[in-house]
Nanobody, 124 residues
Framework: QVQLVESGGRLVQTGGSLRLSCAASGLTFSSYTMGWFRQAPGKERDFVAAISRSGGSTTYADSVRGRFIISRDNAKNTVYLQMNSLKPEDTAVYYC?????????????????WGRGTQVTVSS
C-alpha cells in the first residue's frame, strides 16, 4: 500500500521560510518522479515543483521559481520543499505526489499517488 505523508505546514509570517517534507512508503521511491502541488480554498490544485528520480532535474511553477527549492533523499524515501520569501498568496494545502513518468512533469493527471496534504498559511 502506497503512502505519502506530508508534514511541516504551519502558520508563518510574510517573508518567512518553511520546509515541507513528504515521507513515502510502499513503493520503490527512487523509481518515482516526485511533485508538489497546492490548492487554495475555492481554487484548483496547481503545480508547484517536481523532481526527477535521481534528483538531477527539477521543474518549478513560475510563481515560485527562485523562492522554492525541491529536493529529495532517496535513502530516506523523502522529498522536501524549501519555501523562502513566503507571500500570503502561497497560502494553501500542499500535496506531494508520485509518478512513474521519467521527466519532472508539471501535469497533475500524470501523478499516480497523492498524500493528504499539509496546511501552509502565510499571514500578511
Amino acid at each position: 500500500q502506497v503512502q505519502l505523508v506530508e508534514s511541516g505546514g504551519r502558520l508563518v509570517q510574510t517573508g518567512g521560510s518553511l520546509r515541507l517534507s513528504c515521507a513515502a512508503s510502499g513503493l520503490t521511491f527512487s523509481s518515482y518522479t516526485m511533485g508538489w502541488f497546492r490548492q487554495a480554498p475555492g481554487k484548483e490544485r496547481d503545480f508547484v515543483a517536481a523532481i526527477s528520480r535521481s534528483g538531477g532535474s527539477t521543474t518549478y511553477a513560475d510563481s515560485v521559481r527562485g523562492r522554492f527549492i525541491i529536493s529529495r533523499d532517496n535513502a530516506k524515501n523523502t522529498v522536501y520543499l524549501q519555501m523562502n520569501s513566503l507571500k500570503p498568496e502561497d497560502t494553501a494545502v500542499y500535496y506531494c505526489a508520485a509518478t512513474l513518468t521519467r521527466i519532472a512533469t508539471a501535469h497533475r493527471a500524470q501523478y499516480d499517488y497523492w498524500g493528504r496534504g499539509t496546511q501552509v498559511t502565510v499571514s500578511s
